[in-house]
């Protein structure tokens, strides 16, 4: 079975300052691949970053990074410099690659990111 | 082009009462998943078609609920005498084939259908 875990149920900032948010997660496939996605009040889930399990080299992109570790199973997101419209719920997610059930993903619950002038 | 769209946007019915709804697609998209999206459960998927076959209903929480796909395109998902944890917003996604062995082809999600059973 697979697991998402996010701890952070919600998490409170104020503009400018840098925010991680956290990840584990479980299974049992030695290829699978990580995911977030930002949900902002419109509701519709966009796409963040990919992550394949034989890669754990660390990537930016603007204001994002994430922290892939295999030896803790965690695949961290920070934001620097975070901005109002920062301001969301964010999914981590895993898929087990290829199987019957094509890519299907299983989500964490959700960390709702405020961030306030 | 086109994203993955959803219809109805929102839908209010009566408890005990059947819905329907309809997912389209991107283009070309050969594979097409259903997701729900409640307080209690969080994200949680439902099935995935490949083609017009669905390999994967593990997630589908009871035979109230069934899902269909035509043509290798529209999908309806369908749930028979509505109840009230049924309320949650019910979120489509497609890709290109998912690929065989390693590899992934990225899920686009569409903007969901709110359903509201009072």
């Known amino acids: 079975a697979q697991k998402v875990t996010q701890a952070q149920t919600e998490i409170s900032v104020v503009e400018k300052e840098d925010v991680t948010l956290d990840c584990v997660y479980e299974t049992r496939d030695t290829t699978y691949y990580l995911f977030w996605y930002k949900q902002p009040p419109s509701g519709e889930l966009v796409f963040l970053i990919r992550r394949n399990s034989f890669d754990e080299q660390n990537e930016i992109s603007g204001r994002y990074s994430w922290n892939f570790q295999k030896s803790t199973s965690s695949f961290n997101f920070t934001i620097t410099a975070s901005q109002v419209v920062d301001s969301a719920v964010y999914f981590c997610a895993l898929s087990g690659g290829f199987r019957g059930g094509g890519n299907k993903l299983t989500f964490g619950t959700g960390t709702q990111l405020k961030v306030e002038l | 082009g086109a994203g993955v769209s959803q219809s109805p946007s929102n839908k209010v019915t009566e408890k005990g009462k059947d819905v329907e709804l309809r997912c389209d697609p991107i283009?070309?998209?050969?594979?097409l998943y259903w997701y729900r999206q409640s307080l209690g459960q969080g994200l949680e998927f439902l099935i995935y078609f490949q083609g017009n076959s669905a390999p994967d209903k593990s997630g589908l929480p009871s035979d109230r609920f069934s899902a269909e796909r035509t043509g290798g395109s529209v999908s309806t998902l369908t749930i028979q005498r509505t109840q009230q944890e049924d309320s949650a917003v019910y979120l489509c996604?497609?890709?290109?084939?998912?690929?065989?062995?390693?590899?992934?082809?990225?899920?686009?999600f569409g903007p969901g259908t709110r359903l509201t059973v009072l």
């Open positions: 283009s070309g998209h050969t594979a």
């Open positions: 996604a497609s890709s290109l084939v998912p690929l065989a062995g390693v590899g992934y082809n990225e899920q686009f």
